[in-house]
């Protein structure tokens, strides 16, 4: 039996990963090694760089690309906009790369632009985001359910299952928001039933999800808890206006409103030290560039995957349209949030 070309190999299924590359498809064990394929040049989109999340993949990306000495062509930013991210991908395409690394914001809207990659033969590699139409070579993703879950378990445990919790909802015609939101209230209504929840849509928007909240505030002066499910960009608006209705004290003191924040910026690593809030769920911004990359090398490998689990803690999924790496988000509170091997801790300069 051949081995598959590439720097990768996988074996019963799990995907492993090999001196910084990805494992797929696996050789007979008598097979002897290959060499690794001349890696094409890797396109990268970067979506956007107005939260603290997408500056530090951005930022990881470039650091990572330096120490292994990659083949990068010149970084297109889209800005949130569709318009540009079309237009960027299309002008990488025509440079020919293997891989391009995208991370589409509109999810809808990705059929064509990934069929004409796909029909170029370049592989694509989402961030963050799963295509609901086209191809995908792997979506680098956290479990956003599981990141709902993680939220909804720890916030009903501090109020003793009962209490009141509002949920600052991401957009829900977006897939994050939509699996956070969903498990957030599904674990509430099965573990917790005493624990009413307040759902407000957001759009992801800042001042909408201020507005909302002091609604909820004043017409729910009991509020017990807020599930912020951007922290990064939630955080700054909510203890804005937790400090001006006088509700912003440290946990532990009476009043206190309990909250847990999804995506792990170091703001909110400094708001659980200061005791503004009690807890967020690190979305693993180093991993993301990481194991976007190393897609990227084995798409231009030629290395075929499977689902199953990985050596880096994750599950490779089954798509309709690719395979998904769920990577794991763990749980930051005042007892870890010094441990340095979380990515907020790891930023310098």
Request: with cysteine; proline share 7%.
């Amino acid at each position: 039996m051949r081995p598959t070309t590439g720097p990768a190999t996988a074996i019963g299924g799990s995907i492993l990963l090999l001196t910084g590359t990805l494992a797929g498809c696996a050789p007979d064990s008598s097979s002897p090694s290959q060499p690794a394929a001349p890696l094409a040049g890797i396109g990268i989109d970067i979506p956007r760089t107005d939260t603290a999340f997408w500056q530090a993949y951005a930022k990881f990306l470039r650091q990572d690309i330096t120490a292994g000495h990659l083949d990068v062509l010149p970084i297109t930013q889209s800005d949130g906009d569709d318009g540009r991210f079309a237009a960027n991908v299309r002008s990488l395409a025509a440079q020919r790369p293997s891989a391009v690394v995208l991370a589409p914001q509109n999810t809808t809207t990705t059929e064509t632009v990934l069929d004409e990659l796909l029909a170029k033969r370049i592989h694509a590699i989402s961030v963050d985001t799963v295509p609901e139409s086209g191809e995908v070579y792997m979506v680098v993703r956290a479990d956003n359910r599981a990141m709902g879950t993680s939220a909804c378990e720890y916030l009903g445990k501090q109020l003793g299952g009962k209490g009141k919790v509002a949920d600052l909802q991401g957009a829900q015609d977006s897939i994050n928001g939509y699996d956070r939101s969903t498990a957030f209230a599904h674990c509430l209504h099965t573990e917790f039933p005493g624990i009413q929840l307040y759902q407000l849509p957001t759009d992801w928007k800042p001042d909408v999800a201020a507005a909302k909240l002091g609604d909820a505030l004043a017409a729910t002066p009991d509020l017990n808890a807020v599930y912020l499910e951007s922290g990064g960009a939630f955080l700054q608006p909510v203890l804005n206006l937790f400090q001006q209705k006088g509700v912003l004290k440290p946990a532990g003191q009476a009043g206190h409103i309990t909250v847990v924040a999804d995506d792990g910026t170091p703001a909110e690593l400094d708001a659980i030290r200061k005791g503004s809030i009690d807890a967020t769920i690190s979305q693993p911004a180093d991993q993301y560039a990481k194991y976007a990359l190393a897609y990227a090398q084995a798409a231009a490998a030629g290395t075929v995957l499977k689902p199953g689990p990985t050596d880096h803690g994750s599950t490779v999924i089954a798509l309709p349209n690719g395979l998904e790496d769920q990577l794991p988000s763990p749980l930051v509170t005042k007892a870890n949030v010094d441990d340095p091997g979380l990515w907020a801790n790891q930023l310098t300069g």
